[in-house]
């Protein structure tokens, strides 16, 4: 049975953002393959990550929050692919929930205003790399027109064993 829909703003993210955004992802390197990180962050080793992620420009970041109490749900991210000045017309895309957001909407939410933003941009194309089995990232990223393009195999070690990563992209 699927679960309840969440009423959800997307903003874009700020400097207040910080603490919130750093304990979800702390939940994901400490309990999941879902990032290949394997030491949690402090909010101030997190700041240089927020800072890349300015309101305008191709790499941003997109933060859910409900409506009435704010509390964040999750955020979206673009980023650069690659270092090299060739990919600057490609980034890569991401999305981490608050564990009791999942199910919910709040990724589709946040990836709608994500790539609606990123229209404006000039961008070619948009990467997402999914470690491996992680079936509700697959059907979201499905969802907003990603294609497999293919996985690398046993690249990632965490948790005492090998990871997969399925790389998709989309055009944009």
Do not use: C
Not at 67 to 77: D, F, K, V, W
Request: glycine share 8%.
């Amino acid at each position: 049975m699927p679960s309840e829909r969440t009423e959800v703003q997307v903003r874009p993210g700020v400097e207040g953002d910080l603490v919130a955004l750093t304990d979800i992802y702390n939940h994901y390197v400490r309990e999941t393959p879902i990032t290949f990180d394997t030491l949690i962050f402090t909010p101030e080793e997190r700041r240089p990550w927020l800072l890349s992620h300015p309101e305008d420009g191709p790499h941003l970041l997109k933060v859910a929050v409900t409506p009435e109490s704010q509390e964040i749900l999750g955020y979206a991210t673009s980023s650069a692919f690659r270092p090299k000045p060739a990919y600057a017309t490609s980034v890569e895309v991401t999305v981490y929930l608050a564990p009791h957001a999942t199910g919910r909407g709040v990724g589709a939410h946040l990836y709608r205003s994500l790539f609606e933003s990123l229209a404006e941009e000039g961008l070619h194309r948009a990467y997402a790399g999914i470690a491996q089995p992680n079936e509700a990232s697959v059907r979201l990223h499905e969802r907003f027109g990603f294609r497999h393009v293919g996985t690398y195999r046993e690249v990632g070690f965490k948790f005492g064993r090998y990871w997969d990563v399925a790389w998709y992209e989309k055009e944009l």
